[in-house]
Every structure is written in structure tokens, then in C-alpha cells.
């Protein structure tokens, strides 16, 4: 479904970035562009003083966020929306030790519903990735950087956003600065009249909010194009009367059913629980974010999250940030928030990520294909025989550590249809493949 410049105007906003591309799901048999076609360097967009018309990409359109002008918005996103800065300090960036493995390219492993196999550099293209890095043992041992991205960029991560939001929670309640027992109105007195009123801080980190909330990008109707509106950084039509920000928006989401039993993935969640987190702490999640850990392990350069219209951060998936330094991020959590013999917050901060959720709760949820999984922390939780668990964002973005293979992986990618669904099934088992060969190369 296209959206018309007119419509633009009047919802499209920082989700909806996410929204254009989720309408592809319903699409999933069309035939994009390959990997190679789709190159950003192929069409010349943003090219020239100013750019010629028919290369220029909108942000009030949407025309930015299309197939295939996504693989060039994801490493430019603070050109087309306002965000605001994770500072990485004035440390200098720590070395990354080097030792790169030429046969993980090689590496075979049969993708699902299928018995052909296919080579872990087949699996790139396949899946759109513009970067990818593997640690083993802290070491770089695979680097590669496809469409628009460079290691001098940042790229979008889309959801994975989610999994920092929960990271600094983990943290906040392994320190005893945030009680995971208390109701939501305990740290929020602004949701004391909303669906948050009797949920659990525990409730919101995990995902087992009971809200009368649709995420059906589908239907115009649905709640998501509300939150969308709320949130958009762009002037509202003079019409307009509903919640200004993410936050007042939330103060109007309604219960429906009852919280802490069925795992329902929710972007509001993941804004309810920044909110949580920046009264807790005091200090805004992006302050929060950099103060304990982008300025702490010696990132190369500034994460961003993009902003409502308040300046508020969009947590539920707005961050934007380097390949290398996302790996960083990883391998403290591998290391359980030891960085080089200094524990900067709690290892029972991971341990209770990696633990995993209700693999109950998430049964009765709508992800037929990760079956077996939990959901913790805002976490992914594989629940398989290596304790694997994931940061993962819509087109394909992914932070997957495995702490028995002493793994961290990270995809960034710009996959034509916005669900994992649609490439979880070349990615998972290649995943799965290079664990297995670190494994037994021990």
C-alpha cells in the first residue's frame, strides 16, 4: 500500500518508519531487486549540490524509507529526522585484535523448509546485509561492508533498539535502583489512568503487558497509527488534537485481558520502559546509555536515537550506531559486564537476560517460527543448547551472542520486507553453522 504525499503529512512519523516497511509482509512473493541490483551506488540518490529531482529522497513523503532508497536511508537517517547524541566520550576507541578466518565464507548449512544447502557468503546477499562482524573470543574474526554502509557510518537498527532499553533496566534492577516488583505508576504517576496502572516494571521489561493495542500495520485504524502520530517530529496539521510525544501518548493506552501471562510484542512497551528507566535513574536514557556504557568500553564513534517532537528519545527503536561498536556492546554482554578486568555494572545483569523468560508466554504469542524461545528483558532468548540470545530489529538488524561458542555476531541489513520472518530462515541456521565451527575449532 502506497502512502500518498497527503497522507504523509498527516502520520508519518518515526514508527511508521517501521510501518512503511511491515506493509511489505503482505508482499513477501513480490520480486525485489537482488542484493547487487539494489546497490545504493547503482541509482546516484543525494548526489549533487543539490541533488537532481529524480534523485532526491523524501523523509515527508516516505519515499526515503522505500524499497530500494531503505538501503541507502539506513546509514542516513539523521539527514531526513532529527535525533539526539549518545555521546561516546573522549576515551580513545579500544583495539580490536584482528585474526580473520577465510573459511567462514565457505561454511555450509541448510536453510529451513528447504534440503539445499547454502555457503555463509550466499546467505549475505540473500540477506540484503550491508554489515557484518563476528567475534570469537573477543577477537574480529569476520568483517565485511556491503551497500551504503562503511566503517566510518552509523546504520538504523530499527528494534533492536528495544534490547539496550532492556539491557539498561537489567542493570538498574541488578543494582537495586529499579524494583522490578513495583506497578508501573510507582516511577510514572502519569500512567496511574492508563493500561500501566497495575503492570509490573517486571511486566513491561518482559513484554506480558495486557493492552488494548494494535500493532496491525494493515488496517489504518490501528492503534500504532495513533502512537505514529503522537510521535512525529514533523509540525502536526492545525487540526490535530491528539497526545504531543510518545509519552503523553502512552498515558491513553487501555488494558485489555490480564498482565504477566501471554508474551505480546509491543513497540509501546519499549517507550513505557525509557520512561520507566529515566525516572529511576534520573537522567534520560541517552545520558544513561553513554554514561555506563558508550563512554565506558571505547566506542569509535557517537550512537543517536531519533526524537519525538519533544526531544524525547524514541526507545522502541530509533537508535542509530556503528557496526564495530555494536560488536563492543556485545561482547561486554558475552563478558557479563567485565571490560578488560573491570566490572562496570553487575554480572547478574546478564545472567538474568541470558536465563530467558516464560517460554509459555511466549508460546501463546504469534512467532510460529521461533519456537521453543522466551523473551527476556527485551531480550531474544533462543533457549537452544549453546544459551544463544539476541538483540533483533525489523529488515534484518541483529546482535546474536552465544556464550558456549564465546560468539558475538552482528548483521546490519536493509532486507526489502521488514518482518524476520522473512529471513530468519537463511540466518538462524548460518548462525547456528558458524557457532558449531567455533565450537569444535577449539
Known amino acids: 500500500m502506497a502512502i500518498t504525499h497527503d497522507k504523509s503529512k498527516k502520520s508519518f512519523t518515526l514508527l511508521i518508519l517501521l510501518a512503511l516497511t511491515l506493509q511489505t509482509m503482505a508482499q513477501e512473493k513480490q520480486k525485489f531487486l537482488s542484493a547487487k541490483e539494489s546497490e545504493p551506488s547503482n541509482f546516484g540518490w543525494m548526489e549533487g549540490f543539490p541533488p537532481p529531482a529524480a534523485k532526491v529522497l523524501h523523509s515527508g513523503d516516505g519515499s526515503f524509507f522505500k524499497f530500494p532508497a531503505i538501503r541507502y536511508s539506513v546509514v542516513h537517517m539523521r539527514e531526513f529526522l532529527p535525533t539526539i547524541r549518545v555521546s561516546k566520550g573522549l576515551k580513545a576507541p579500544s583495539v580490536m585484535t584482528y585474526e580473520l578466518d577465510g573459511k567462514i565464507d565457505e561454511l555450509t548449512f541448510t536453510p529451513w523448509n528447504t534440503t539445499k544447502k547454502m555457503t555463509w557468503e550466499e546467505s549475505l546477499a540473500q540477506n540484503y546485509t550491508d554489515g557484518m562482524i563476528i567475534l570469537h573470543k573477543g577477537k574480529v574474526i569476520y568483517e565485511r561492508y556491503f551497500g551504503a554502509l562503511t566503517e566510518t557510518e552509523v546504520h538504523a537498527v530499527m528494534s533492536l533498539t528495544k534490547s539496550l532499553n532492556g539491557t539498561l533496566a537489567s542493570i538498574l534492577v541488578a543494582e537495586g535502583t529499579l524494583d522490578e516488583t513495583k506497578l508501573v505508576p510507582f516511577y510514572v504517576p502519569e500512567l496511574k489512568n492508563s493500561a500501566y496502572a497495575d503492570a509490573t516494571v517486571r511486566d513491561v521489561m518482559d513484554m506480558t503487558t495486557a493492552l488494548n493495542y494494535s500493532e496491525d500495520y494493515a488496517n489504518p485504524n490501528a492503534d500504532v497509527w495513533q502512537f505514529s502520530n503522537a510521535g512525529n ?45 529515566a525516572r529511576a535513574s534520573g537522567k534520560s536514557v541517552n545520558e544513561l546509555l553513554s554514561e555506563r556504557i558508550w563512554s565506558k568500553i571505547g566506542m569509535e564513534q557517537d550512537a543517536y536515537y531519533q ?53 509459555a508466554a511466549f508460546e501463546k504469542s504469534e512467532h510460529p517460527g521461533l519456537k521453543g524461545w522466551s523473551y527476556r528483558n527485551m531480550w531474544w532468548i533462543t533457549e537452544n543448547k549453546d544459551g544463544a540470545y539476541a538483540a533483533r530489529g525489523v529488515h534484518g538488524q541483529t546482535i546474536y551472542i552465544d556464550p558456549f561458542a564465546e560468539m558475538v555476531l552482528v548483521r546490519l541489513s536493509s532486507h526489502p520486507v521488514a518482518g524476520n520472518a522473512a529471513n530468519d530462515a537463511t540466518s538462524l541456521p548460518a548462525y547456528q553453522a558458524v557457532a558449531d565451527y567455533l565450537i569444535n575449532k577449539k
Open 307 to 359: 526524537v519525538d517532537s519533544k526531544g524525547i528519545a524514541f526507545t522502541g527503536g530509533g537508535f542509530n550506531a556503528g557496526l564495530r561498536d555494536l560488536a563492543r556492546f556485545g561482547e561486554l554482554l558475552r563478558k557479563q559486564g567485565n571490560w578488560n578486568g573491570e566490572q562496570l555494572f553487575p554480572a547478574k545483569a546478564v545472567q538474568d537476560i541470558a536465563r530467558g523468560g516464560s517460554v
Open 233 to 277: 517530529p514533523l509540525p502536526k496539521p492545525k487540526d490535530y488534537k491528539g497526545p504531543e510525544g510518545y509519552y503523553e501518548y502512552l498515558e491513553t493506552v487501555k488494558k485489555q485481558g490480564v498482565h504477566g501471562e501471554i508474551f505480546g510484542y509491543k513497540t509501546v512497551n519499549a517507550d513505557a520502559l525509557g520512561w520507566i528507566i
